[in-house]
């Protein structure tokens, strides 16, 4: 009888063992296409995205946000598809799983909802092209370079480094700087003193000769005139055209040379002044 019951356990261990290193290699072979696939896809995907942008001569930018798109739809596909095979192979039957899931979901619902609007935002912000990656945006209190826009959320490196991840339900404004031409904006103060005629006449040779040296400059730079009369000085605008994200260094070059330009024809340049007035008390007789 001892012996009989060695046997049969001896029998149930072997039948377990085989059976659950039969799983286990199975998993492992899932796990292998998983990602065999996955590589033969993405391969596969950023060839088309390459003939595409050669046939609609589509921007970089727009072609990469939307191959990094795809490729996320595709290992979203192939994780779900990954996870219905390993549980099929550890005997957890998906059809029932999926029923629970359905009668569990009326109570999930309303926590899925800020995860349908995200969806739902993210297409719209891919179908209008609204932006793209690359680009520079603000997107409410951040300001950056887009990285990665998705389904769910949009990736902004913002200035200091620091990446950003905004849910797309949270867009409910957004502002590209980087679409056609930028304006460049010079305010220089001159003392009340100073001839503002002689002072604009000096300041638009300055521009015309900047126009020629710049080839980020479209159209201007030209002098608008006075647009401030501030405390201690006259402000005097010059304005120009761009090309995109070059404004702030045609800015810089701008405000050199006629920094430059008035210290050679004497023109000050004030800063704030204050006066002080002391009074004496009165001697007491």
């Known amino acids: 009888m001892h012996y009989m019951s060695l046997d049969i356990f001896n029998n149930l261990w072997e039948y377990l063992a085989t059976n659950l290193g039969f799983k286990i290699l199975k998993i492992i072979l899932i796990l292998i296409l998983f990602f065999i696939f996955k590589g033969i896809g993405k391969k596969a995907i950023n060839q088309a995205f390459k003939v595409y942008q050669e046939k609609q001569q589509a921007t970089k930018a727009r072609v990469y946000t939307m191959e990094k798109l795809v490729n996320n739809i595709l290992s979203y596909v192939l994780i779900f598809i990954m996870i219905v095979m390993i549980f099929n192979t550890l005997g957890i039957h998906t059809a029932s799983l999926i029923a629970g899931a359905g009668v569990v979901g009326l109570a999930i619902g309303f926590g899925a909802q800020g995860l349908v609007s995200d969806v739902v935002t993210g297409f719209f912000i891919l179908l209008e092209k609204q932006m793209d990656v690359g680009e520079v945006v603000t997107i409410g209190s951040y300001n950056g370079i887009v990285e990665e826009v998705g389904l769910r959320t949009t990736q902004v490196r913002g200035f200091d480094g620091i990446l950003h991840f905004i849910p797309n339900r949270n ?115």
């Open 171 to 285: 867009i409910s404004s957004l502002s590209n700087h980087s679409r056609g031409n930028m304006r460049a904006l010079v305010d220089i103060g001159i003392s009340y003193d100073e001839d503002i005629d002689e002072a604009l006449k000096v300041i638009q040779e300055v521009c015309e000769q900047v126009a020629q040296q710049e080839e980020n400059i479209v159209e201007g730079p030209d002098v608008i005139g006075v647009q401030a009369l501030n405390s201690s000085d006259v402000v005097l605008r010059v304005i120009a055209q761009t090309k995109n994200g070059e404004q702030f260094g045609v800015e810089r070059t701008l405000k050199k040379a006629i920094k430059e330009a008035l210290d050679a024809h004497n023109i000050e340049i004030p800063f704030p002044h204050q006066v002080m007035v002391h009074k004496q008390e009165r001697s007491q007789g």
